[in-house]
């Protein structure tokens, strides 16, 4: 065991002196784009998870020309409505005084502008000709179709982290050449020496060992140095992004998911370190 463990740790500081600086960096510039755009994607997403994303319609009613409980009544039997909130126009207001940043426009507004309304829960597919229909009915003084930008935001975050997976896909492919293209070179100017310590009965593995893990300290390092361009992004982007956050009111910051996902960049650009590198050395073998 004690034998077999020198023989690790020699091959790694054979590799680690063999190890290329500047792949490394070239590797974690490629992964920092994804890994990035990961990052924004889920900051963002986590933002619309505060928002509710079920399908929902306003019907805003003129209370002297429409019976408020015979409405109701109607809604709450339609089979495409799950649910009915009826929201008159003094719970609205409070409503409204209770926003940050709003109380001083409630209580500037002297009487109450803002109608009754009912708060209809609905499937997908039924918002747009239920809105329809529900805008012919007389009383009802406008109709609107409340938090389908957030689910098209939703959607456009899947789409979008789709495209990253692809992205790290073909730049996963371009970083196992460059490994492969930097091991070949070093296989070409140890030839010699290869050889001759196949002909002292040296085993493929031990051959093979140091350039495993010069492809995988590399990978390893583009990975750090892909996180630590990640965080030196998000922190410049996050000093333009907090003065626009709080003329909203909002503590929002663009936020790296979290140690897991850091971890999974490192083993990601280690895998394409080895997997370069064993491609490379396998190639040769063959060869010779």
């Given amino acids: 065991m004690r034998a077999w463990l020198r023989q690790h740790r020699q091959a790694a500081l054979r590799g680690a002196r063999r190890m290329g600086v500047l792949n490394a960096l070239v590797i974690g510039v490629a992964l920092a784009l994804p890994a990035g755009g990961y990052a924004l994607v889920e900051s963002l997403r986590a933002l619309a998870g505060r928002l509710t994303l079920e ?27 799950a649910r009915v909130r009826y929201v008159p126009r003094e719970q609205a207001l409070k409503e409204l005084a209770a926003v940050q940043g709003l109380p001083e426009l409630a209580a500037a507004l002297g009487s109450n502008p803002l109608p009754d309304a009912f708060v209809l829960t609905v499937a ?7 809105a329809a229909e529900l805008a012919k009915v007389p009383g009802v ?13 939703a959607a456009l975050a899947r789409l979008v982290r789709l495209g990253l997976a692809l992205l ?21 100017t140890q030839r010699e020496e290869i050889e001759v310590s ?17 492809g995988l300290l590399q990978g390893v390092a583009g990975g750090v140095i892909a996180l630590l361009l990640v965080a030196l992004s998000l922190g410049v982007l996050n ?27 490192i083993a990601f650009a280690a895998l394409l370190g080895w997997l370069g590198a064993h491609l490379s050395v396998s190639r040769h073998l063959r060869r010779g």
């Fill in 168 to 188: 790290a896909a073909l730049l996963g492919v371009a970083l196992i050449a460059v490994t492969f293209n930097t091991i070949r070179l070093q296989i070409l």
């Fill in 124 to 130: 997908d597919e039924s918002v747009e000709p239920l």
């Fill in 239 to 265: 000093s333009q992004v907090r003065t626009l956050a709080e003329t909203y009111g909002s503590a929002f910051r663009f936020t790296w998911p979290g140690a897991a996902d850091a971890a999974a960049v």
């Fill in 55 to 81: 399908p929902q319609i306003s019907v805003f009613i003129d209370a002297k020309r429409v019976d408020a409980a015979a409405l109701g009544a109607r809604l709450k039997r339609d089979q495409r409505v």
């Fill in 198 to 214: 196949q002909l002292l009965g040296a085993t493929d593995a031990f051959i093979r060992r140091p350039f495993y893990y010069a």
């Fill in 141 to 153: 003084t406008h109709v609107q179709a409340d938090a389908l930008w957030a689910r098209r935001l």
